[in-house]
């Protein structure tokens, strides 16, 4: 079954999932990788919006799900400033 999972269905779900286990608003899909045991998905949600936008405060977050799809666990890799550069 995972075989028909596209990986666009793949961060879709995980995005959809973390967006309401999590009650904020999702931004996007940063990354998707695959392992022996499923999928990892790095999602983006907006966790405070402020003005101007620059300053909104974000959330990565890592989805794992498995072979099937399925969400099993998340966890807040990071959080920051829209408008803030990574070293």
Request: hydrophobic share 40%.
């Given at each position: 079954m995972a075989e028909s999972l596209s990986l666009r269905k793949i961060g879709k779900r995980a995005l959809d999932e973390?967006?309401?286990?999590?009650?904020?608003?999702?931004?996007?899909?940063?990354?998707?990788?695959?392992?022996?045991?499923?999928?990892?998905?790095?999602?983006?949600?907006?966790?405070?919006?402020?003005?101007?936008?620059?300053?909104?405060?974000?959330g990565s977050y890592d989805v794992q799900l498995d072979r099937n799809g399925d969400v099993v666990g998340y966890h807040r890799v990071r959080r920051y400033l829209r408008g803030s550069v990574e070293d």
């Open positions: 973390l967006s309401e286990l999590v009650g904020c608003p999702a931004e996007g899909i940063i990354g998707v990788s695959r392992h022996d045991d499923g999928w990892v998905v790095t999602v983006e949600l907006l966790e405070m919006g402020r003005v101007p936008e620059t300053t909104d405060v974000l």
